[in-house]
């Protein structure tokens, strides 16, 4: 992206006093910053929030597209809707980000990552996202922030919800649930489908292998809790998702007869799901205690023919994190104390035969925050005994100060570490080459940060600088083997926020960083100098018309930054209609422009290597039922 176009963009925000939200975000709640209910407005970490309202707007936008319109967030993608997906926040890498669906970790422990593009949208009520360390507040992994999902719940008068689109590559969804209340019990129960033929995951011109990739997923979510006194509640929580999605493999390709070949497109079944029981009790007036017990869990079973004359492999990988809290919230005359003890089990079942098949960490966390006058202080520190590495201790400081009613200023310094995967540590050798590293060590960061924030009634802006170091950064070594062998520097400044003129609401947000190797001084892999995103929409009676721009500029493939991925730049439009209080129809047309362009390769292009294809212009339309209050 040009030069002049992020300047023109930042004089645009700063000049509509840009904002987060539209509305006030005074009474907005925010708990990933802390682990406690805390105003947004009071919060010293860098946190957004993606509101059920922008969930509902955003059609059938997968939750990895939803993500790339917060700040500090950069996506790929291996080929379109549930293909492999990656979110790098502030320049991090995938596996460096906390993945929490209602307070319950759903990250793989053997490839470190989430399967972001197995989660259904249509179930989810909120997001909160946390950038910078927080591995004194979560643990092991959080090195560049915490993505927390938060699904439906239930509250006041049952409600039915219903609705269903279709759009380009014969994409069909559904949905339906109901959430309420009766008497001292709360519940809610969705479930959603997914279904798309979608488009070749990898560019080719050879019209035999140019097949359609197809995506489908089943989802359903449930909670209840009751009320057993005043004070005291217990609940139970679930959510499970079933995808099964194809795609290309180019190691499957036979080199002599490649147009006959049928294990060009393979296809794997994925699937994942968590659950908790939690018990919350007002022990006394100042003393809450949360019990809490829960697994996440994923699972992933490929399918490949290995070539035109052979039988069909099958792969398994399976993790679970098995989850045990015990939370301790004490309401000091000044501020509120936070003890905490979690205990995480990490266990790996596969077809593949690691050397080591399970782990666990104890983790001891004390936090403090307190709100006076002007001055908010918030203080963390974790300790973690991990049965392999022994223990991490971190620590977070943040400091915020409000100079008005609207002009406010924090800091913070925080680190962190991550736990090498099953994969990095036991992965078995390759005909007899190792393939793995079990010497290896805890990657480790420190991140330093400051930010300004604007806020008043129709507008809210900030600006926020930072610097984070990574030691023992794990990568590939010369013969491809994990090692401990770089450092790491990622300096940045995001600029975020909107602004709501009469009909008008604006908003948007520009990063600049420099995520770079200190040994080579090369960008990290698929992570650019310069990022933005801009949206803006017009509400005229019962019509609202929006658009959206996303923009990057280029990034590499390769460590060596030899795969070059150029920038880009995208345009959505959006409208809905709101028919009456219960029934609203709605649009959106992706990639106005039809661009061409690439979030990844498989390979080098430029010898036997392909690009990751990106869906084309493409529109969809749905329509939504819900009981009127």
């Not at 925010?30 to 707007?57: P, Y």
């Not at 994190?321 to 995480?344: A, E, V």
């Not at 005229?540 to 500029?553: C, I, K, L, T």
Request: proline content about 3%; cysteine-free.
């Amino acid at each position: 992206m040009k030069k002049t176009a992020i300047a023109g963009l930042i004089t645009l925000l700063f000049s509509s006093q840009i904002q987060a939200q539209a509305a006030s975000q005074t009474d907005d709640i925010v708990v990933t910053a802390s682990r406690i209910e805390q105003a947004r407005e009071n919060v010293v970490a860098d946190v957004s929030v993606i509101t059920h309202e922008e969930i509902e707007r955003a059609g059938q936008s997968t939750l990895v597209e939803l993500l790339q319109q917060q700040p500090g967030i950069e996506i790929n993608n291996n080929g379109g809707p549930g293909k492999i997906s990656g979110i790098f926040i502030r320049g991090t890498n995938t596996s460096h980000v906390i993945v929490l669906v209602d307070g319950v970790r759903l990250n793989s422990a053997t490839a470190g990552t989430t399967t972001f593009e197995n989660l259904p949208v249509a179930l989810i009520e909120k997001i909160e996202i946390l950038r910078g360390p927080a591995t004194a507040l979560y643990g092991q992994d959080a090195i560049g922030g915490v993505i927390q999902i938060f699904t439906k719940k239930g509250s006041g008068e049952p409600r039915f919800y219903a609705g269903m689109g279709y759009g380009t590559y014969d994409t069909k969804t559904a949905e339906a649930g109901v959430h309420g209340a009766i008497g001292d019990t709360n519940f809610a129960l969705g479930v959603s489908s997914y279904d798309t033929d979608g488009f070749s995951a990898l560019k080719t011109s050879n019209p035999n292998l140019d097949d359609k990739d197809g995506y489908r997923n089943l989802s359903f979510t449930g909670s209840v809790s009751h009320k057993i006194a005043e004070g005291h509640e217990i609940g139970l929580q679930l959510l499970h998702s079933e995808g099964h999605v194809r795609f290309d493999n180019r190691f499957n390709i036979d080199p002599f007869f490649p147009a006959f070949n049928p294990a060009f497109s393979d296809n794997a079944e994925v699937s994942q799901h968590s659950y908790a029981v939690t018990s919350k009790n007002q022990i006394t007036s100042r003393w809450l205690s949360t019990l809490r017990a829960g697994e996440g869990a994923d699972e992933s079973v490929t399918y490949a023919a290995l070539g035109p004359f052979t039988t069909e492999s099958r792969s398994l990988f399976k993790t679970k994190q098995r989850q045990y809290s015990w939370q301790n919230d004490i309401t000091l005359p000044l501020g509120i104390l936070t003890l905490l003890y979690d205990r995480l089990e990490e266990r790996v079942k596969s077809t593949t035969d690691f050397k080591q098949t399970s782990r666990n960490n104890d983790g001891y966390f004390i936090g403090y925050l307190a709100n006076h006058g002007p001055h908010t202080v918030q203080l963390n520190y974790r300790s973690d005994h991990n049965s392999r590495f022994g223990t991490n201790d971190t620590e977070g400081l943040g400091y915020g100060y409000r100079f008005n009613d609207n002009w406010r200023v924090t800091a913070s310094y925080g680190t962190a570490f991550k736990a090498p995967t099953f994969n990095d540590l036991f992965f078995p050798d390759f005909f007899g080459f190792p393939t793995s590293n079990p010497d290896l060590k805890p990657e480790k960061a420190r991140n330093i940060e400051a930010s300004l924030r604007y806020a008043d009634d129709h507008s809210n802006a900030s600006l926020t600088l930072y610097e984070n170091k990574i030691r023992n950064l794990i990568t590939l070594d010369a013969s491809y083997v994990p090692a401990n062998v770089n450092e790491a520097r990622i300096q940045g400044m995001t600029l975020s926020g909107s602004h709501v003129w009469n009909n008008w609401q604006f908003g948007g947000s520009v990063d600049i960083l420099s995520p770079r190797d200190r040994e080579t001084d090369n960008l990290l892999v698929r992570r650019a100098n310069r990022h933005a995103n801009l949206n803006t929409s017009y509400t005229w009676g019962d019509w609202r018309f929006g658009a959206e721009a996303v923009a990057s500029s280029a990034r590499y493939n390769d460590a060596a930054n030899t795969q070059r991925l150029s920038g880009y730049s995208i345009f959505n439009l959006t409208t809905d209609y709101t028919i009456n209080k219960e029934w609203q129809l709605k649009a959106r047309l992706n990639n106005l422009f039809d661009k061409d362009y690439a979030l990844a390769y498989d390979g080098n292009p430029a010898t036997d290597g392909f690009v990751y294809a990106t869906p084309g212009s493409n529109l969809f339309v749905s329509v939504r039922y819900q009981t009127a209050p």
